[in-house]
């Protein structure tokens, strides 16, 4: 094989990696899981939630980062930083509310592996809920537990 079509196989293969970018899928609780895509530093997705009854699935569009662990964000290490719907489409009305979904990369039973604020025109941040990330949709991961942040903490 000559030079020239050994550097055009070798560039083919690398667009396609990263054209088509690393896939996740994983479990937020007994019911609910986020499938999504990384593509270079843009994320986007979807998290299921229909088949708890909700009547739409939510939409993820956002962005792959490291939070660093001594920012003491609730979850840090390579994550995908997402906006999400989820007021809007488990309500079906306009809440005028946002939601960010803070996902890990890569699922955990020891470090928490998501998180969910809330801003709805306060001017505030909070956390709403956590939880650990299972290995792969659906799958429950015995022994972990998820909570509602019913006092509604302000991050600073």
């Known amino acids: 094989m000559n030079t020239g079509k050994l550097l055009f196989f070798v560039v083919l293969v690398f667009y396609c990696a990263v054209a088509h970018g690393q896939s996740y899928s994983f479990g937020l609780d007994s019911c609910t899981y986020e499938t999504f895509t990384v593509n270079g530093v843009y994320a986007s997705g979807t998290e299921h939630v229909t088949q708890c009854g909700a009547p739409a699935d939510i939409v993820l569009i956002g962005f792959k980062l490291a ?5 003491g964000a609730t979850v840090t290490g390579p994550v995908a930083i997402f906006a999400s719907n989820v007021s809007d489409a488990t309500s079906e ?12 990369l890569k699922a955990s039973s020891r470090r928490l592996g998501w998180v969910q604020y809330i801003g709805c025109g306060d001017g505030g941040m909070y956390v709403v809920n956590y939880g650990y990330l299972t290995p792969r949709a659906n ?5 972990t537990a998820s909570g509602v942040n019913s006092d509604l903490q302000k991050v600073d």
């Open 67 to 71: 939070i660093p662990i001594k920012s």
């Open 93 to 104: 009305i306009y809440t005028g509310c946002q939601i960010m979904l803070v996902s890990r």
């Open 139 to 143: 799958e429950a991961m015995t022994g």
